[in-house]
Each structure stands twice: as structure tokens, then as C-alpha cells.
């Protein structure tokens, strides 16, 4: 006789109708039910707890559920949930914007509000080429990293290194124009391809993600490498986009990691930490430079973009809420414990057989398995190393051969040194082959 849907786990009802993200829904087996979040940790329905130690795609940056978030979005709710934000405006869209233009470097003017991270990145990459059109000017190459990730939009995804998820869409994707990213050994390579694409002065953009490369494999750059690009920019009228998608919001030990490097970009793009990785909100920020070129009486130089959950109220006040947490000391001082742990950390395993350019930025911890065959996301392996550290409760979501652990701030110290112990365990067991 067949369960009715009462009878079933939540994870089977979710196996009946749902279909999920970058999943091959044949083979994934079931989702883990999750039914709770506190701090770092998640609760599933059978009350086991997991920790979480890459802040659920990088989103999560106060722990989960927490109490200040929740209380702002609650009363937001019982006064404005929603209001179409051309023509009106609201107090927490103003206010978001005044606060996080004080957080942005001076050059920085106004603050576009979208609804995710890809969303952040069309509006930049649509401002960048609006931009050029309004001032009447032929610029419509564009430059990215190898390898770069901007989200799964055709605009974001057209910035993207060619890929296997890629693959399919190739045809609908614009050309876009790749140089190496400037990691260790390839920074005089990644400025020589620039300097010479830039020469001709058609470029309109650069759109980069900054200091680190998330879904290429937590690539890492110096910031004086990417300095130096930003400055060949900026000297040959080449727009700056930076992706801080990822990185922004005190993952690389600033508020924003193009405060590591001396030359501002001219726009923006923000998510994930924006709402404290709490719900959904995109912004992209420009310069009054570039603010300016739409600014007109002529209605054909307006940015023509929107969406229907722009500026969001509950987002907006998720949004001020994590604001409030970033402002309060308490939370750098935990960005720097968890900076120095992984640096300790990092130290102790560096010189392990199996690991592999050992790399950190911030809160950002990163090494390669080494011998471990195939290393593209696929390999299977990858597969073993999820199953090992989940059925350790830890959730590390390899990239590949790439392990990395990025967690929310508010982590203990007995959760990270959990995290590291099970780190240890792979590495020795590993030596016995997985
Ligand atoms: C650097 C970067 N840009 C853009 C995105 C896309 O963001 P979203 O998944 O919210 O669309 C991501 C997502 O991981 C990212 O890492």
C-alpha cells in the first residue's frame, strides 16, 4: 500500500516534487531534511546536528536563525512587506543604500538594488555597457578571468570561464574575452594579456572576482596582482567590475576585499552577505561617473532593468539588521580569531604528503588533495569526500579535489577545531586510500 504524504519523511516528499540546484537528481539520493538552524550548527529531522563550516554557499555570515536578524525582518512584516520600488521608495532601501555607500570606498554614488547574486552582476555588466552606449561611444569588449564564476544568468554566465556547466548554453553565451587569473606564478602573465587587450582602448569592462576565485576552486590572489590590473584599467577608461559577491562582507578580513588594493572599482556587485546570508538581496553600486551617464532628460539613458522584488522591505531589514552585527566589535574580533585558527591550522597540515597548495584569505581556508587523480568537480572522489565528512556531521562541500572551509563568524572554537579534527581524519584515512 502506498505511504500517503503524511506518512512519508520529509525527505521522500522532497524526492517526489522538488528538483534541486547543480544536483543530478537521478543519482543524488535523498536531501538531508533540515528542519533547524542555530548558530553554526543545523538541525535535520532526525535531531542530528551538522556543522555548518561553508556558511551554506557562502551565504551565512551571523549563524543561522539569528535572534536580531529575525526580530528586524518581524517587524518589518507586520508594518511593509512589500512596495513596487519605481515611483516609491521606503525606509529601509534608504537607509540600506546610506549605510552601505558609507562602508564603500568615496568613489561610490548610488546603490541599485536587484535580488540575487547573478542579478548583481547583470545590472553591473548592464550598467558597464549602457554606460559606453549613453555617452555615445563604441566600447563592447569585455574582459574576465579564466575560470571565473558570476552566477547562472545568461549576462553572469557569459562572464564565466567555459565549463562543463557552461556547456549546454555556449551558443546563447557573448563573447567575452579571458585572461589568467594572477595567482601565485601567473601575475606578470594575467598583467601582459591585459595591458595588450586594453591597448586598442575599445575595452568597455573587467569584471573580476576579487582576491579569490569561490567556485574555480578558492584560487587565490595577491592583492598587489590584482592591483596592478585594476591600475591598467582605470589608466585606459576600462570599467571595474568587481564580483564581491563572495568575497565581500568580511570574508577577506576587510569589509570589502577591494580594501585590500589601493584603486577603487567603479562598480559593485553584492549579495550573499548582504542580508547576512539570511534571505535574498542583490545590490550593484556605481560611481557618480558612471551614475551621471544615465542621468539625463533624455528617457533613452535610463537603466532600463528591474525586477519585480526589487528593494524588497524584509530583505532591506535583513539586510540593516546584519549591518548592525557587521558594526558591533565583537564580530571583527571573531573574523581575526578565525583568521589566525586557520593560520595555525594551516600551518600544522601544510607539510601533509596529500595536501596541496595550502592557501588562506581571511576566513577563507583552501588546499588541494593531492594524488587524488582527476580534479575536476565531477571526479569521484569529490563524491567520497562529501560522504566522509557528512557522515561526520561536518558540512565541507569540496570543489573537486579543492577542500575548503569558509564558516559563519560566529563559529566556536570547539566547532572549527571539530572541523579541523575531521579534516585530520580524511587526510590520515586517505593515506589508506578513501
Ligand atoms: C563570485 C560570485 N558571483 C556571483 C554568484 C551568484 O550568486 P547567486 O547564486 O546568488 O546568483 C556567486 C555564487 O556563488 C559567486 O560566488
Redesign the pocket.
Known sequence: MQKSTKQLTLAERDQKVVWHPFTQMKTAGPSIPIVRGKGTLLYDEAGNEYIDAIAS??MNSHGHSHPHIAARMNKQALTLEHVIFANFTHEPAVELAERLLEKLPENQARVFYSD??????EVGLKMCFQYWHNLGKQKTRIIAFEGA????TFG?MSVGGRSAFSAPFAPFLFDVEFIPAPTPGLEAESLRQLTEKVADGNVAGFVF?PLVQ??AGMKMQKPEALEALVKVCKENHVLCIA?E???GFGRTGKFFATDHIAYPPDIF?L??GLTGGTV?L?ATTCSNEVFQAFYSDDKMKTLFHGHSCTANPLSCAAALASMDIFDKSETWDNIRRITTQHSAYGRKIQDHPLVENLRQCGVILAFDLRNSGETSYFNKQRDKIWNFFISRHVILRPLGNTIYVLPPYCITDGELQRVYKVIDELLNDLNGDL
Open positions: 554557499w557562502w540575487n547574486g547573478s542579478t548583481s552582476v564564476y558570476h552566477g547562472d553572469a572576482e569561490g567556485a564580483d559577491v563572495m568575497v556587485c549579495s550573499k535574498a542583490g
